[in-house]
């Protein structure tokens, strides 16, 4: 067996307690779904996992699908990674084969959803074949790789992103149901269950996704593992870590990292780092005389929100379109823009009036539970935190970026 490269970054730091949990969870035989807002560091976490895995003597694998248009390209992906731990070819093009003729035969990739316009598209005989095809070389490979008792740690990441494309497709919701309900016959299979462990993540979240569609059950075997911020002594702690590495270096000391932390407002290493790395790129007419300062942490700050950075954020946008599909998306744009006014946010009863001005002669029960809904689900992908009844921004960062690009 060929030792594949590091999966993780070297730059990784921390999460000692979650790497714990996560391998003694695996090592018991339980599938994983990590659930976390965006940019907690899921796949960070996940790629750490995949080299404790290979230090296990278990094949470990790492596949992205979020390009993936249509189920061939789901399983080309897969195929592709699984090739590079070291299955026999011959079984990797038996699936690609299968892939192939699925791909001749699936229905142009074209998107047919725009909101306004839609069809469903029942499948043929003839695509039904090529896709149980494909899914049985996909259960075939995986035996085969397991079958000298090896185990496998696969990380797969974005397959909600996938499924929100596929949905867009002709027949769309009928094809995530059934992939869905393959992916979970794969993960339960009783060949397969001893040697094959899962590790989902994604920018979207597949319990969210699920449940959307009224398909629990189809995650129901995957175990949630909650990931959060850092705890502020090690978010400390990072931050002069990152301060004195690379050929830019400085000290920091314990109170300025405390005023990074506190500026950023939600310690997620990825905030963290964009606040070190934006102090070590100011030049020199903007530093202060005592560099690195409070002075200094501040015009980082301001530096980040400016419009040249935006691009550094706007990921956070583009998501909710693919989060709540266009028209749920809107109410959204329309909570966040009334959130982002101050950094205290606003009430629950402002948001509710608000959503009944936008639509007056809708049925106040259903706007609540809209309200409720899109509330959750922006609290659980990291944008809103709701405490007594208010809402707020999670993120000052983030806040300033809304109220300065996106809600104006
Ligand atoms: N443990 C860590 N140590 C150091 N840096 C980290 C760590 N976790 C995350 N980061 C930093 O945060 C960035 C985002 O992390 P990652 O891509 O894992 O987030 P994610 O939760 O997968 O995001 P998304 O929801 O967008 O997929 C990384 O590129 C890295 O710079
Ligand atoms: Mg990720």
Not at 23 to 47: C, D, F, H, S, Y
Not at 48 to 66: F, I, M, R, S
Not at 228 to 246: C, M, N, T
């Amino acid at each position: 067996m060929r030792r594949p490269k590091l999966f993780s970054s070297p730059d990784f730091y921390d999460r000692q307690w979650e790497q714990y949990q996560f391998q003694r969870l695996l090592t018991e035989g339980q599938n994983i779904l990590v659930t976390a807002p965006r940019r907690v560091g899921k796949t960070e976490l996940a790629r750490k996992l995949l080299d404790w895995a290979t230090d296990q003597g278990w094949l470990a694998t790492y596949a992205n699908v979020e390009h993936a248009q249509t189920e061939a390209d789901f399983f080309d992906e897969l195929a592709k990674v699984l090739l590079d731990v070291g299955i026999r070819p011959g079984i990797g093009d038996q699936l690609r084969n299968a892939g192939a003729r699925l791909r001749k035969l699936l229905p142009a990739s074209a998107k047919v959803s725009d909101g306004e316009h839609s069809f469903e598209l029942a499948f043929n005989s003839d695509i039904e074949d090529a896709l149980r095809e494909a899914q049985e070389r996909m259960n075939q490979l995986l035996e085969s790789l397991t079958s000298e008792g090896q185990a496998v740690l696969i990380g797969l990441d974005e397959l909600p992103i996938f499924l929100s494309t596929l949905a867009g497709q002709p027949g769309g919701e009928a094809r995530v149901a059934a992939i869905l309900n393959w992916f979970r016959k794969l993960r339960c299979a009783p060949s397969l269950l001893p040697r094959v462990r899962w590790l989902l993540c994604g920018s979207i979240g597949l319990d969210t996704f699920v449940e959307q569609r009224k398909m629990a059950g189809s995650i129901n075997d995957l175990r949630p593992q909650k990931l959060g911020p850092f705890e502020h002594p090690i978010a400390i702690e990072f931050v002069k870590l990152r301060a004195r590495s690379g050929t830019d270096s400085f000290e920091v000391a314990d109170e300025l990292a405390e005023e990074v932390v506190n500026q950023v407002g939600w310690p997620l290493p990825y905030y963290l780092r964009l606040m070190v790395d934006e102090l070590k790129a100011l030049p020199p007419f903007k530093r202060s005389k005592s560099f690195p300062s409070s002075a200094d942490v501040k015009e980082a700050y301001a530096a980040l929100v400016s419009p040249d950075k935006k691009i550094q954020f706007v990921h956070w946008v583009g998501r909710l379109d693919l989060q709540f599909g266009k028209v749920a998306a809107l109410t959204a744009h329309a909570i966040l823009k009334q959130c982002c006014q101050k950094p205290e946010g606003t009430t629950k009863t402002r948001l509710r009036t608000m959503l009944i001005k936008r639509n007056p002669h809708g049925d106040p029960e259903t706007i609540e539970r809209e309200l409720v809904d899109l509330l959750s689900v922006l609290e659980r992908d990291g944008y809103l935190h709701g405490e007594d009844n208010r809402w707020a921004f999670r993120s000052f960062l983030l806040r300033d970026f809304w109220l300065r690009h996106v809600a104006f």
